[in-house]
């Protein structure tokens, strides 16, 4: 297993992280119902991926049901004692509980939600807070003050942020600094071959700012996985059967992308996830990238991941398949000065 500092920090992370959405069986109120892993096999994946080296679990409150993901590893690392091998993060902001205060921000929400987690997850710290979504009706200052006070109070070791516009984020950042705040050390987003509108305006801030980009979603939805064909149906049970309006949707540039990544794969004798997570680990901001896994088949794919080296020209047809409109005035500073 390779690592890389989170950021600028001197926090070594697994360059690919063990996603928990998928943690625990959700019932039928849930959203990820009948797409989760029972707990038993969980217990099992998760000894798997710590073993492997992969120390880096990312989870957030809303995840399953009730907190069903985070109450899973809570388990987990009473049962296990391996809360130490783990850098643990979680996240908060979308609606949990009930009342006017159930979603949000807020200083009162925060802390609130910390503390929900540090008991769900039987832990005394927390290694990365992330405000799951950023928060347009609560100031920004409010949120990272409550987020300060618990870094200092020993509660939360690091703070990141996920799903922000790139002006908040750089606002974030500005008043941390001229506040004396504890700062977003990360920031988490979708990123992948077939989802790279980031790199107008996020990448880099974040170069510019140091932070490590951790890319949720990286195989885009599951159609990196080479279960997809051009003018055919989805398979029976597969998640885009589920959603065949996605499906639809799909245009060109996405089975371009497709037939680039199986044929890199086939030269390299690798998967196509494997060379989709591979491209994302040679993007210089990110830190680690976030996979699922809810079999051992999986598991092992991904992990495998993080030892693959693309070589330049395999980059190359990479960027180029996926590659993308940026518009103005990306494109007109683009042909002046060859970059932005």
């Known amino acids: 297993m390779k690592y890389r500092r989170l950021g600028q920090t001197g926090l070594n992370v697994s360059t690919v992280c063990f996603g928990a959405m998928t943690f625990g069986e959700a019932d039928d109120t849930s959203f990820m119902h009948k797409l989760g892993t029972p707990e038993d096999e969980t217990f099992r994946l998760i000894d798997m991926a710590l073993d492997a080296g992969c120390n880096f679990i990312d989870t957030a409150d809303v995840y399953g049901q009730d907190g069903l993901s985070e109450r899973v590893l809570g ?19 979308f609606t949990m509980g009930e009342g006017p205060n159930r979603q949000g921000a807020s200083r009162h929400r925060v802390i609130e939600c910390c503390e929900a987690s540090l008991k769900r997850l039987k832990t005394d710290h927390i290694d990365l807070y992330q405000i799951h979504m950023q928060d347009n009706a609560t100031p920004e200052e409010e949120t990272l003050r409550a987020l300060d006070d618990l870094v200092r109070s020993g509660k939360v070791r690091y703070i990141g942020c996920s799903n922000y516009a790139a002006y908040r984020l750089v606002n974030s950042l500005w008043t941390s600094q001229t506040r004396g705040l504890a700062s977003f050390v990360s920031l988490q987003a979708q990123y992948s071959l077939v989802e790279r509108n980031l790199e107008r305006e996020h990448i880099p801030a974040c170069r510019e700012h140091g932070l490590g980009v951790l890319p949720w979603s990286p195989l885009a939805g599951g159609f990196l996985t080479g279960k997809y064909r051009k003018d055919q149906a989805p398979e029976e ?104």
């Open 75 to 93: 388990r987990y690392f009473e049962t296990r004692g391996r809360r130490n091998e783990a850098v643990l993060a979680t996240k908060f902001r």
């Open 237 to 340: 049970g597969s998640r885009f059967e589920k959603w065949k309006e996605r499906y639809a949707k799909f245009t060109d540039r996405h089975w371009a992308i497709l037939e680039a990544t199986e044929s890199i794969a086939k030269e390299m004798d690798a998967t196509i996830p494997q060379v989709a997570l591979a491209w994302l680990l040679h993007q210089p901001t990110v830190s680690s990238v976030i996979f699922g896994a809810r079999t051992q088949a999986q598991l092992e794919d991904n992990l495998k991941a993080a030892e693959l080296e693309l070589s330049d020209a395999s980059l190359a047809v990479l960027d180029e398949a996926s590659r993308v409109e940026w518009g103005y005035p990306y494109d007109f500073m683009g042909r002046i000065m060859g970059s932005w």
